[in-house]
């Protein structure tokens, strides 16, 4: 049986207020570790209670015991690992029985102190397998060998502060406070709702559905910690559920947020959800189909079964005391101008539906998003936060040898984009003038605020390695978009006027240049009128996927 407990940083409060001087006194002495961003939502949810009965990072025991069998080693139920990773650099600064400041990289505030019980190298790949049953391509495990340290620090936490928000703050509420909100409006029954997406007025109904099979109440109860690579930003997320909790019946439903960082781990996922909401208040809690599935790999192949999260959430649901409601798909039945569950409509009525890749395409285009699918203070919020294409910023890549032609193309882009209609605002950069270290951040805020940006990589050949980072970087704001051009070595040498190639950067510059595969465009600018030929491949790709409307 799991009873939620005030949090160790409500414990710390109601034992004693003056130790958290006595904690930052101390904390002014010790060694410091400065938080990941995952790291800092899981702190906080271990220091609110949000991960009760949690009071500290995993040690050994148990992260193995919940690694194999979904439980402290207490038997406590428990699903997802919760270690604090380190580099084996900083694990040797370390030692057991070590108190250790855990600091919050944003401003270096002191937010707890651990002291240390064990360092131990987990072994990745039982963790990958029987956590997120092995699939390479699963986020959780790409992070897990990508990004985690090799090291994990176990210990328990004294709690100095939560980590300080400065958005939303009248949504973020701790478990205690929602658990004495919901007392003191004599909610005896909570339904609470997970989400990551927008939400749009089929969420709207089948929450409400819920709520009324219930007889209960509704917690909107969205993370905006980290989610899945992709999704659509908190703020704009956050902006659609103050305008969603309006339609619901007056006093039905509360929104709260959640600084939860998703490992999106499926069925396992969906049995941690059930213990936080309870955590934080909920009785009953929907869990949907694919619940907390980051879809399917390359292949096709999906991670999670459609109902293996209901599945496993409901085998526990007796020991976690939350009641499991099924997530039940509606659509909307157009001659009745209502929504009903799909499971209810009659053989041969009319629905309709509107994807999530055809909203998007609906948002691209700028095309009619019906009021039957989302209200319309919703559909602004979306297109004010992901305008048409047309107005959309994006980077265009130009890779090649040197003297390949890059410069003239460059130069030739920008005056051909510049005469353009629309507006957009055409920069040209030349990596050769450019901290390159500082690209990625300039070409993103670039992109982010419309513009388009043609990038020349004409020299600095040896920055190859930069570009996948630049990639990452810059889509999170919008297109990234490659033109190898693919200039023979040869004629790259007879345009050499300078002598580069005979010097020994130009010798390394041979070496080192690195074709680029998965470009979008590839143009051969060493062939007659190559230069106006790219120009239309360029702008006709561009037209293509909507950047330009001719």
Known sequence: ???????????????????????????ASL????????????????LNGGFS??????????????????????????SIPIPLDVSEETAKQFAEGDRVVLRDPRDDAALAIITIADIYKPDKHEEAKKVFRGDPEHPAIRYLFDVAG???????LEAIS??????????????????????SRHWNKVVAFQTRNPMHRAHRELTVRAAKDKLANLLIHPVVGLTKPGDIDHHTRVKVYQEIIKKYPNGMAKLSLLPLAMRMAGDREAVWHAIIRKNYGATHFIVGRDHAGPGSNSKGVDFYGPYDAQTLVEKFATELEIEVVPFRMV?????????????????????????????????????EIPAWFSYPEVVKILRTSHPPRPSQGFALYLSGLPFSGIQALSYALQATFNQFQGGRHITLIDEDTVNIEALPFIVSELVRAGAGVIIANAKQVSHFNQYASLKKTVSKAGSFITVAIETPLD??????????????????????FKPIED????????????????????????????????
Request: net charge negative.
């Open 150 to 156: 090799d090291y994990n620090i176990g210990g328990d």
């Open 162 to 183: 939560l980590p300080k928000h400065y958005d939303y703050t009248e949504f973020r509420k701790t478990p205690a406070q929602l658990r004495s909100e919901f007392q």
């Open 53 to 78: 009965p949690l009071t500290g990072f995993n040690n050994k025991k148990d992260y193995e015991s919940i690694r194999d069998d979904m439980r402290l080693a207490s038997g406590e139920i428990w």
């Open 519 to 550: 470009a979008e465009i590839a143009s051969d600018l060493s062939i007659e009128d190559s230069l106006n030929v790219a120009i239309q491949k360029i702008v006709l790709y561009l037209e293509e996927q909507g950047f330009f409307k001719f």
């Open 331 to 367: 659509t909307y039945l157009p001659d009745e101008d209502r929504y009903s569950p799909i499971d209810l409509v009659p053989s041969g009525t009319k629905t309709c539906s509107i994807s999530g890749t055809e909203l998007r395409k609906r948002l691209r285009d700028g095309t």
């Open 31 to 46: 060694k410091s570790l400065n938080l990941t961003d995952r790291q800092l939502c899981d702190l906080e949810l271990i």
């Open 1 to 27: 049986m799991l009873t939620p407990h005030g949090g160790i940083l409500q414990d710390l409060i109601a034992r004693d207020a003056s130790r958290k001087n006595e904690l930052l006194t101390e904390a």
């Open 491 to 512: 004629v790259c040498k007879a345009n050499d006027r300078s002598g580069f190639y005979s010097t020994e950067a130009g010798q390394a510059a041979i070496a080192t």
